[in-house]
């Protein structure tokens, strides 16, 4: 574990600022260039170099609609995530069809447990038991109908041969104000 | 921080401990959950453990536990210098939104605050005043002065019904106070309509005749409900805390919906139905239901001795009177109002409502309306106590003969006056609205047959040219009426078609060509808004004023139970942005009129108290009880925070008491105490007996606007029905500011069932047009006579109707959730309104719109940007769960 980070007392213009400054250190969600098109907006960017690299699983071991539950960035219940394989293929997904995806397993509205909500073949996560959120998995973690006011965040994944590897997060998971503050400190 | 482009930030700035506290409340839907807002300079942060942060919680925090998500922070100016600004919903709240549940419209109120470095920045800032084309700067007194040098023109020469007002209803009662005060008392102005109608009058007229406020209930009665019949809404979409607090994991729930939302899935998983209506068809449904129960002895009896009026006291206390108020016409007119027996043997003998055809016509199986009748009686078992929530899906489908088949079938359930057993709104916006005098309905220009002055429909009257000075606040107009891209033509006719047009910024000049343009029958328009608007801001208003809003002046206001908060300041207004009442006050003064002589948000809100009083929203007593305790009324509600106190508010052994519901036959009054004013309708019905009325809904009212609009699938026709859902409120004036929620709904939507899709080669994602050119509009008929010269046959004989056209575009969703023949589009979205395709032809009893019955032809144009890629709009049915 890195903690490796931008200061986090910093203004959050400055923050804006680094992120504009270390374009390098980016890294663009995995959308294939054939299914990008002219007019929308920039990529979706999350800040990867203060986050650790971890082997989450491998490629032959995962089935269709099967989650995968495991613990990134932080040993602790709040981060505790799914990786799950799709029927279709998703932004940010990995694999030889790009149907591989992760996400934190709290609900972003009011921290409801996910788990046992996700739904690989119709690329869903909820409702929430708790107030019924749900979540589209193949387009981030967006929400599709209900209260929250983050999508699921998605961790973002990387493969190396058969390995999966976690390196970073997009979006803050519930509980936390700062995904990298060690919540074990 | 917000970008135009969503980044989801994984980290969010804590407020120190001693971070600034305000309460407020949502400024969004009806059901108005407490929030608190936390404000410190830019440059501190407080930490993870309670004790360094201002919510006193760990962080991570716990399941139900407080969190801030990055959404709900920004950065806004506090006495011009820079402060994070942190809105959360109030985690202690006891009230509402208990623990800190809430929806994902209030969720992200942070992002609406103006900051020049998100999509807020378009504010307006300044008075503006349309020059060579351009919205040009000006000073509020340049603006003032030609508002009021126009308005005395046209007040002198063409009268108070050429000078109009178009508001909200809603945003705050400092404002409306104002506005009413302007155009009822100072002005006199029949010209008058609030911003979801054509005119001023009830909303629900058929409820409200029954005796029945449309807000008498209280959040805790939907959760003591056994069992809930809710009529054309889906309180999960638009009033999502009243759902997700108060009715999950409670009643039973009956749906009555064209379209299977995520509410009705709920709903069907745990025990209730879902009543899957053809758009129009409750009247005959609710009759159907109500038959069943009278056939077989199901109704309350025992209530009914008790609560529902005879033919005499129907009667009593109207002497031989000229009865033109249109409630009293429309209750005593023989052809509506009627006592139990009367309403039992029409029912009985009435046709159209027998089982087999009621099915037919409303499309929902006879055995699931033999079901709702057992289940919201209990079939001659033990008694549920039923409740009955509506809202637009119901009373904007049919207004009259819905609300009061509606409310009949309530009644005969013996809902209405009881704890769980209430027939109530769901409501859509909060409760913001009173009149500091009368709308003054005898000086309308419109009638119906008899002595009957009804509510003037001021869209009519613009289209026929009859208006010359017009002031917009905080409303679209023409987007949010029906035919409105008909209507948005007409504008254009009167305004910048017009030949005089100002080309200079000499104030003497400007008033000079808007006087000559009203002279040669034209209209000048001046629109208050926070953001410039389509088309009314950006094409056709002559001058623009900059309202400041939420969040940035104090002001109160009641949400769904009546339920009074100060919604307080905590930063500055952008630029020159002012409160609406200021604007108004400053106005009147330049006209000459007396009583405005406001200083500030709380000399309003005092001087409006007393206007409140015997009213639904009296807070009447909280002013008087200020005064004793030396303190400010705004001061006295910033004390109650966000649980705040129901009005009526009655003073009791000393201190101030909230009514929790009203009609309620379980609450004992002493004798009045202080200044407070007992209605009879505390605690019983409100009509001249004090009982409810049943109150019949002949179908033949309604059938031949029916037959006629009725999609016909020979031409390709399908139903356009429209509503709302979670992510948008209203116009998305603020959501189209969010990049949050722009990411989810960067345009706007048709659902399209899989048949209808598979027809026209539709997939999701795919663009679609949506068009007619037969949308019927009304032209005339003011001053009915005869008898049968209000209705629909009548006007198409007398050639009153006309067609016109209507062209919009969505992304389609595919989804069975939809019924075949029917589209669903979201209601209002600013670009491509679906009211454009809604009949501008009002219920011709309550002058209101059937703005839930459009039509429309579609075709597919190609595919959009969302169909294959990842970032942006989700194409997944919205009860993919279920």
Known sequence: MTDKRCDPMAGIASRRDFLKLSGSALVALTLPPHLRRPGLPARLYARQVEYPRQVIGRLSELEFGQPVSFNYPWDHPASTNFLIKLNEPAGGGVGPDQNVVAFNSLCTHQGGPLAGQFHGDRGVAGPCPLHLTTFDLTRHGMVISGHATLGLPQIILETEGDDIIATGVLGLIFGYHSNLADPNA | MAEDTYTPQDSVPLPPPDANVHTTACDYCIVGCGYKVYTWPVGEEGGPAPDQNALGSPFPGSVLGPWISPNQHNIVMVDGRPHHAVVVPDFQATVVNKGGNHSIRGGTLALKCYNPETPTRDRLLYPQIRVNGELTRVDWDTALDVMAA?????????????????????????NTYAITKLAFASIGTPAYAPHDKPGSGNDTAGVDDSGIITFSASYQDWADADVIYISGTDPFETKTIVFTSWMMGGPKLIMALPRRTAGVAYAEANGGLFLQVIPGTDTLLHLAISRIILENGWEDKEFIEEWIASKWEIEMGMGRGTRNTPWQWRTTWGQFGTDFEGYREWLLNYEPAELANAAEVTGVPAEKIQQVAEMLTGGGGPRPKASFGFEKGNYWSNNYLNTASFAAMGLLCGAGNRPGQVISRLGGHQRGWIGAASYPREKSPEKLPGRRKVELDLDRWVEAGNVRFAWVIGTTWTAAMAASQEFARRFRELTVENPHQITSLNKQDIINTLIARVDSGGMVVVDSDIYIIEPLGTEIADIVLPAAAWGEHDAARCNGERRLRLYSKFYDPPGEAKPDWWAISRFAQRMGFEGYDWHEDNDVFEEAARFSRGKVLDYNVLVWYARQQGKKGHEVLRELGTEGIQTPIRWVNGQMVGTVRLHDSTLELGPPEGPTVHSKWLTHFKTQSGKALLIKSPWELFSDFYERIKPDPEKGELWLTN????????????????????????????????????????????????????????????????????NFTTLMEQGLIRAGSGDVRAIAIVTADVRPGVLFANFLHPADPANSLVHRVPDPITNRYRFKLGKAQIERIGESPYKNAFEQMSLKPRTASG
């Open chain 2, 150 to 174: 126009v308005s005395e023109h046209v007040l002198r020469n063409y009268g108070e019904s050429a000078w109009a007002m178009k508001t909200y209803s809603y945003e705050f009662f400092e």
């Open chain 2, 723 to 790: 509503g709302r859902i979670n992510e948008i409120w209203q116009s998305a004036f603020d959501d189209i500011r969010k990049p949050y929620i722009k990411q989810r709904w960067p345009d706007t939507f048709v659902e399209i069932h899989p048949d209808d899709a598979a027809q026209y080669g539709i997939e999701s994602g795919d663009e679609v047009r949506l068009f007619s050119d037969d949308i019927l509009i009304q032209t005339g008929g003011w001053i009915r006579v005869r008898g049968d010269e209000y």
